[in-house]
């Protein structure tokens, strides 16, 4: 039912016939619907159709308001390949937020929603997804080691979504930066997001443009140059995956940046640990646990930028 005085219009069910035509409209007008096609799923209902084992049950096709396909699509493209009519149960006028509740043919992703969300490809969703992940749970507190734990639901990305925001041109120029260093985009994007909480991104910038084949034209231990040469060095040829701890050192090497200090090199992290030491009373060993190492904090803009890595002539906006 709709309540009165709505402008939505009212969901119904039919049973209808399903025509390849009909899917083939269907599929056109999927495109607020970006979770990617399982093959698998695709030949399984292709072959239900062949072998005339397709029934009308409670499942089947659902639209939502703008005539977009939210459930059905692997159906629906079984149905265009075979051609192959049914007679399904139809619904029409859901709310497009009903994708999220939607069990669909395979478990949808993180990724898969935010790409529904924000209209973004699936590769660049899928990147922005894993870091909105580190930073819900860096807010809430969690140790940075189990950064990557837990699994965020549609209705969770709804929330995190417009708290930390990224356009999908930054996540391009990232991913860019990430395969020319051999680093971690979804790290490279949480470090990003960090900075900015405390920094302008004109000067955030200032790191990441220079990052990658662009950290060429610095000499010495320009932070640039030495993060995109310790990735390098580190991943071995490979992008690697590890977050957290890229996006500690990138933080590292931004802090350097601004500072003008030098560093010699961009050591890993330290997880918790146990080590043996001798007792000095004793002499006898004894087992000492150790405390992780602290994720690093932003150096606060409450400094003069340094001219000694980014030259005497910046004059863009400090606070």
Not at 154 to 177: F, G, H, M, N, T
Not at 182 to 189: N, R
Not at 205 to 215: K, P, Q, R, Y
Request: one cysteine or more; hydrophobic letters at 35%; aromatic letters at 6%.
């Amino acid at each position: 039912m709709i309540e009165e005085g709505s402008d939505e219009p009212g969901t119904y069910t039919e049973i209808t016939e399903v025509t390849p035509d009909k899917c083939s409209v269907w599929m056109e007008k999927r495109r607020c619907n970006r979770v990617p096609l399982k093959r698998s799923n695709v030949d399984k209902f292709k072959s239900i159709l062949r072998n005339k084992q397709f029934r009308t049950t409670h499942q089947g096709f659902a639209l939502d308001w703008h005539g977009c396909l939210i459930d059905g699509q692997h159906r629906a493209a079984a149905i265009i390949e075979t051609g192959v009519t049914v007679t399904a149960q139809v619904t029409y006028n859901l709310s497009p937020e009903s994708f999220a509740a939607i069990d669909g043919g395979r478990v949808r992703t993180a990724g898969d929603h935010v790409a529904q969300i924000t209209e973004m490809k699936q590769n660049n969703s899928n990147v922005y997804a894993a870091a909105l992940k580190i930073l819900a749970n860096r807010a809430t507190g969690l140790h940075w080691m189990r950064w990557t734990s837990g699994r965020l639901t549609a209705e969770r990305l709804q929330e995190l979504i417009p708290r930390w925001p990224v356009d999908e041109e930054r996540i391009v120029r990232l991913v860019s930066k990430g395969k020319q260093c051999h680093a971690s985009a979804t790290g490279l994007i949480v470090a990003h997001k960090i900075i900015t909480e405390v920094w302008p991104e004109s000067i955030a910038d200032l790191f990441f443009d220079g990052i990658g084949e662009a950290s060429r034209e610095f000499v010495g231990r320009d932070p640039r140059a030495l993060y995109t040469n310790t990735m390098i060095n580190v991943n071995r040829g490979v992008v690697s995956r590890d977050s957290v701890q890229q996006s500690a050192q990138a933080i590292k090497a931004f802090n350097a940046l601004v500072s003008g200090e030098s560093i010699g090199t961009l050591k890993k992290m330290k997880a918790a640990g146990v080590k043996i030491v001798k007792d000095r009373r004793t002499g006898k060993e004894i087992q000492q646990e150790y405390p992780p190492d602290r994720y690093p904090e932003v150096i606060q803009p409450a400094i003069n930028i340094s001219d000694k890595w980014l030259g005497d002539d910046y004059t863009g906006p400090i606070g």
